[in-house]
C-alpha cells in the first residue's frame, strides 16, 4: 500500500477484531472490572454526529480500560417503544415491530464501521419480549413489595386520540399530535412509589461527587424539599364535611399579609360547589384547557372565581378571608389550597391586583419604610429583613429565622405543624397506547386487580392490531384482551395500559450483565459488572432518566436483583456537548422559510448561494436538526475519509462536555493528519534496520512525556488534550534524527496512544513497525521515570522587562555561567548594541533579568 486508504484497512483491522473476539466481557476475578455505558439510541433510522460525539466517547474509555488490564463491558441495545413507531404506523402504514425493527438493522449498520469496542453478543432492544418480559416480572415483584400501586388521578386526556398525554405533549391546550382541546379527566392509574423515596434520592445526591455539579443540582431542585407549615382555615357557614381547609405553605412568617384563601379547581371543595353551581362548573372545565407544565401555569394569566364562602384568619378569628378558585393553584402539591400574600409573592400579587384584593405588607427592607407596593417584595431567605407584622419573634432577622419562629408558634398554639414536603410526586406510568409494555394484571369481576403468574409471562403484545381509528388497539382487541383469571380462573380482562418508556430505561443498564438470563438480573454477574464506572449522554436526560433509573436501582434492591452497592447504578456521569453546524436559510415567494442541506450550497467570494446564485442566509453554529437540515450524514464522511477521520475530529476539536461545530474543513484537516502519521509510518517501516541517529534519548523522552500527557488527558476526559498531545509527538518523531529502532519504538508507542481514538490507523501503524499481535491487546504504554527528569531547564531572557531570547541549560550550572552564557547569546549581544550591562539577575529554574 503506498498511501493511507480508510476503506482497507478499516474493514480488514474489524475483520480481524471480530474473529479473535477483542470486545467480548467476561466476568474475570483476577482482573479489576470497567463497565462503560452511553445512553441507548431510540432507532429513528439514521444515526447523526451526535451519536458519533457519544459512542466515540464511550469507547476512547472503554479502549483504554482494556489496555490498563480491566475487563471491561462495553454494551448497545436500543430503546425501542414509543409513540414515534405508533405514529408511522397511523401515517404511513405497517406495523410499529416492522418499522423498528427494520430502524434498529439500519442503525446498526451504520454504527458498525465506526469500529467501536461494543461487545454485539449483549445487545437487545426493549421491545424483545425476552427483555420486557423480565420487566414484567420486576412489576410483580415490586408490586408484591409495596412498591407499585393503582389510583385516581387527574390526567391530560385527548378525546381524539382518546389517550392521556405528558404535560410536555399539551401545547397551548390542545393535544401535540391531534391538535383537540385537552381534557383534565379523572382515570384510575398505575402508579411506583419514588415518593417514598425522595428524601434518599436527595441526600444520596451528595455521594455522586463524579456527577455534574449541575445535574445535581438539577435533581435536587425536581425532587424539591421544602419545610413549611401545614394549619387549617376554619370555613365559615361550611358546607357539611368541609369545616376545615388544610393549607400548606413554606412562608409562614407571611400570615399577616394574608388577603385571601385559594383552592384548586380540583380540590374536593371546588369540586363539591361545582356541583351546585354551573358558573363554577364553567369555569373549572375552562380552566382544565389551560396548560400544563409548570412554566406554562407560571406564565399564564391569572383568572380566580370567587366562591363566597369566608376562612377565618388563625391569628385572628375576628379577620375572614374571601375563598377563590384559581388556575394557578395544583392539587398535586401541598394540599391543593394556599393562603395568598400578595405583598411578597408575584403570583397572588398578580392575581389581587386583578380582583382588588387587599395588597398587606409584612416586612420591608432592613432600615426601610413601609409604603404602598407597586411590585411584591420578595427577599431571598437569608436576606436581613424588618417586619411590620410578625408572627413571632424580634422585628429584624433572616426569613429562614422568621419561619423557624412562625412553625413553633403555630404548634405552640395548636393550630398547625412543621412539615417537610417534597415536590417529587408520585411516577405515573400507565399509557394508552399499544406499542409498550403491558402491565401484567388481570381484572377480574370477583377477585379485582390479580397480578398475573410468573410462568405466564412475558405478556406479549398481540401483532394482529391496527391503527385505522383512535384509542388504544389493545382495547379492541379481544382475543388478547378477554383471558382468565390468574386467581379463580373466570373470565376476565387483561390491563390494556402500557408502560411509559421511561420505565424501560430505567433498569437497562443492570440486564447488560446478564442480558440472555431467565430472571431480570442474575446475582453473581451483577455482583460482578454493577455499578457502571462511566455512564456517558446528553444534559437533556439529567432529570426524568436519571432520576427514575436511581430509583429502579433502589427498588431492585428493595426486590433483591441488585446488590445494596448498586442502590447509586451510575458512579461516573459525563454529559457532553452538542456537535453543531450553520444553518443555510432562504425564503419562499410567500417570505416563508426553506432550509438547505450543506451539499446544496456554493461558497465564492462574495458568500455563500445555491446552484441557481441565490444568496443564502447563513446562521452560525447551531443544533444539527432534521428538520433545518443542518446535519452531516456520518455514513457520507466515513465514505470519503474513514471512520477514523470522524472519530478523531469529535474528539480533537473541543473539550468534551462542550459544543462542538462541525466543519468540511475541520474535517479535511483531520484526515490530511492522519495521511501523515500513515505516511511517516510507512517512511520509518522503510528504514535500513542498521539506519543510526544521534537523537534517540530526545525521542525516548519526548515518548515518555506524550504517554504521560495523553495518559492523564483520557483519565480526566480531556480527549482534545490528549490529541492536541498526539499531534505534538508527531511532528517530534517526523523531525527527529533518531536510530531505525528507536523510530519504530516510538512509531509503537504512538500507535498505542492513538488507538482509543483511531483504532483502524492504529493497528496498521502497530503492524508496519513490528508490533506483537494486535494493537487493541497491547498494554497500555508506561513511561519510565527516568526518562521524564529533563537535567535541563530552558530560561527566558528579559532586557528592560522585555523577553527578547531564551536559552537552554543544565540544571545544575553554575549562575556566574549562566549569565556570560546569556550576554552571549546573539539575540542578546544584537540587542544590547555595545550598551553597558547595569545589572543581572537569575532566578534558577525561572527566568534571566538583564537590566541596562
Known amino acids: 500500500m503506498s498511501r493511507y486508504e480508510p476503506s482497507v484497512i478499516e474493514q480488514k483491522w474489524q475483520t480481524a477484531w471480530k474473529e479473535a473476539g477483542v470486545f467480548t466481557a467476561k466476568a474475570d476475578a483476577s482482573k479489576p472490572k470497567y463497565y462503560v455505558l452511553e445512553m441507548f439510541p431510540y432507532p429513528s433510522g439514521r444515526i447523526h454526529m451526535g451519536h458519533v460525539r457519544n459512542y466515540t466517547m464511550g469507547d476512547v474509555v472503554a479502549r483504554f480500560k482494556s489496555s490498563c488490564g480491566f475487563s471491561v463491558l ?124 425522595a428524601d434518599d434520592l436527595l441526600a444520596s445526591l451528595e455521594g455522586l461527587e463524579n456527577w455534574p455539579e449541575k445535574v445535581r443540582l438539577m435533581q435536587a431542585n425536581w425532587i424539591g424539599k421544602s419545610q413549611g407549615l401545614q394549619f387549617a382555615f376554619d370555613l365559615v357557614d361550611a358546607p357539611a364535611g368541609h369545616e376545615k381547609l388544610e393549607v400548606y405553605t413554606t412562608r409562614p412568617d407571611t400570615l399577616w399579609g394574608a388577603s385571601f384563601a385559594g383552592i384548586s379547581v380540583d380540590h374536593p371543595l371546588a369540586k363539591l360547589l361545582a356541583g351546585k353551581n354551573p358558573a363554577i362548573a364553567d369555569f373549572a372545565a375552562e380552566c382544565r384547557k389551560g396548560g400544563t407544565t409548570a412554566e406554562e401555569i407560571e406564565t399564564a394569566e391569572k383568572v380566580g372565581f370567587d366562591t363566597g364562602l369566608r376562612v377565618k384568619h388563625p391569628l385572628d378569628p375576628a379577620v375572614e378571608l374571601p375563598v377563590w378558585i384559581a388556575n394557578f393553584i395544583l392539587m398535586d402539591y401541598g394540599t391543593g389550597a394556599i393562603f395568598g400574600c400578595p405583598a411578597h409573592d408575584q403570583r397572588d400579587f398578580e392575581f389581587a391586583s386583578k380582583y382588588g384584593l387587599s395588597i398587606t ?105 391496527t391503527f385505522d381509528r383512535p384509542g388504544n388497539p389493545l382495547d379492541r382487541h379481544p382475543s388478547w384482551r378477554d383471558t382468565s383469571c390468574p386467581a379463580c380462573g373466570q373470565a376476565a380482562k387483561r390491563e390494556t395500559d ?110 455563500v448561494t445555491l446552484a ?75 528504514m535500513p534496520a542498521d539506519h543510526q541517529g544521534s537523537a534517540d534519548l530526545e525521542l525516548r523522552k519526548a515518548a515518555a512525556r506524550a504517554v504521560g500527557e495523553v495518559t492523564k488527558s483520557i483519565e480526566g476526559f480531556a480527549f482534545n488534550k490528549a490529541i492536541a498531545a498526539l499531534y505534538g509527538f508527531t511532528n517530534f518523531i517526523a523531525r527527529a534524527d533518531a536510530s531505525a529502532p528507536v523510530m519504530r519504538e516510538a512509531l509503537r508507542i504512538l500507535a498505542q496512544l492513538m488507538q482509543p481514538m483511531t483504532p483502524h490507523l492504529a493497528e496498521e501503524v502497530w503492524a508496519m513497525q513490528g508490533g506483537e499481535g494486535l494493537c487493541a491487546l497491547a498494554p497500555w504504554p508506561k513511561a519510565d521515570p527516568a526518562l521524564l527528569v529533563d537535567d535541563t531547564v530552558t530560561l527566558p531572557i528579559q532586557i528592560n522587562g522585555k523577553r527578547r531570547a531564551e536559552i537552554s541549560v543544565p540544571k545544575d550550572m553554575d549562575k556566574a555561567e549562566v549569565e556570560k552564557l546569556a550576554l552571549a547569546h546573539e539575540d542578546v549581544v544584537k540587542f544590547l548594541a555595545g550598551e553597558p550591562v547595569r545589572k543581572i539577575i537569575v532566578v534558577p529554574g525561572r527566568i534571566i533579568n538583564v537590566v541596562v
Open 74 to 197: 462495553h454494551p448497545m441495545g436500543w430503546d425501542a417503544f414509543g409513540m414515534p413507531a405508533e405514529n408511522a404506523a397511523m401515517e404511513r402504514g405497517g406495523h410499529p415491530k416492522d418499522w423498528t425493527y427494520d430502524n434498529i438493522a439500519v442503525m446498526k449498520g451504520q454504527m458498525k464501521p465506526l469500529g467501536l469496542s461494543i461487545d454485539w453478543s449483549r445487545e437487545f432492544a426493549t421491545c424483545d419480549p425476552e427483555y420486557y418480559g423480565q420487566q414484567q416480572a420486576m412489576f410483580l415483584d415490586m408490586l408484591e413489595a409495596g412498591l407499585v400501586y393503582r389510583k385516581a388521578a387527574v390526567v391530560n386526556w385527548d378525546p381524539v386520540d382518546m389517550t392521556v398525554l405528558a404535560n410536555e405533549q399539551v401545547e397551548n391546550g390542545r393535544g401535540w399530535r391531534s391538535g383537540a382541546l385537552v381534557e383534565r379527566k379523572e382515570l384510575t392509574q398505575w402508579f411506583f412509589k419514588i415518593s417514598d423515596m
Open 498 to 607: 402500557t408502560m411509559d418508556t421511561f420505565v424501560d430505561s430505567s433498569w437497562y443498564y443492570a440486564r447488560f450483565t446478564s442480558p440472555r438470563a431467565t430472571t431480570p438480573t442474575e446475582a453473581g454477574e451483577a455482583e460482578y459488572w454493577m455499578n457502571v464506572d462511566q455512564y456517558i449522554g446528553g444534559i437533556e436526560h439529567a432529570i426524568l432518566h436519571l432520576l427514575y433509573s436511581r430509583y429502579f436501582a433502589r427498588a431492585m434492591n428493595v426486590t433483591g436483583h441488585l446488590p445494596a452497592k448498586s442502590r447509586e447504578p451510575f458512579s461516573a456521569l459525563f454529559t457532553q456537548g452538542m456537535v453543531t453546524h450553520e444553518i443555510y436559510k432562504t425564503k419562499d415567494a410567500n417570505g416563508r422559510p426553506v432550509y438547505h442541506l450543506p451539499e446544496d450550497v456554493i461558497r465564492t467570494e462574495n458568500g
Open 612 to 686: 441557481d446564485g441565490t444568496v443564502v442566509e447563513v446562521i452560525p453554529s447551531a443544533k444539527m436538526s432534521k428538520s433545518k437540515k443542518n446535519v452531516v450524514d456520518p455514513m457520507s464522511i466515513i465514505a470519503s475519509y474513514g471512520a477514523d477521520t470522524a472519530r478523531w475530529f469529535v474528539m480533537s476539536d473541543s473539550p468534551p462536555e462542550r459544543d462542538i461545530e462541525w466543519t468540511a474543513s475541520g474535517a479535511e484537516g483531520s484526515n490530511k493528519h492522519l495521511s501523515r502519521v500513515w505516511t511517516l509510518s510507512d517512511r520509518v517501516a522503510g
Open 361 to 465: 405588607p409584612v416586612f420591608v427592607a432592613e432600615g426601610g419604610e413601609e409604603a404602598v407596593l407597586s411590585e411584591p417584595f420578595v427577599p431571598a431567605k437569608s436576606e436581613r429583613v424588618e417586619f411590620i407584622r410578625n408572627v413571632a419573634g424580634e422585628a429584624v432577622k433572616t426569613g429562614e429565622q422568621a419561619i423557624v419562629d412562625a412553625i413553633a408558634l403555630a404548634e405552640e398554639k395548636g393550630f398547625g405543624k412543621g412539615v417537610t414536603k417534597f415536590r417529587l410526586r408520585d411516577w405515573g406510568l400507565s399509557r394508552q397506547r399499544y406499542w409498550g409494555c403491558p402491565i401484567p394484571v388481570v381484572h377480574c369481576p370477583d377477585c379485582g386487580v390479580v397480578p398475573e403468574k410468573k410462568a405466564n409471562l412475558p405478556v406479549e403484545l398481540p401483532y394482529d392490531v
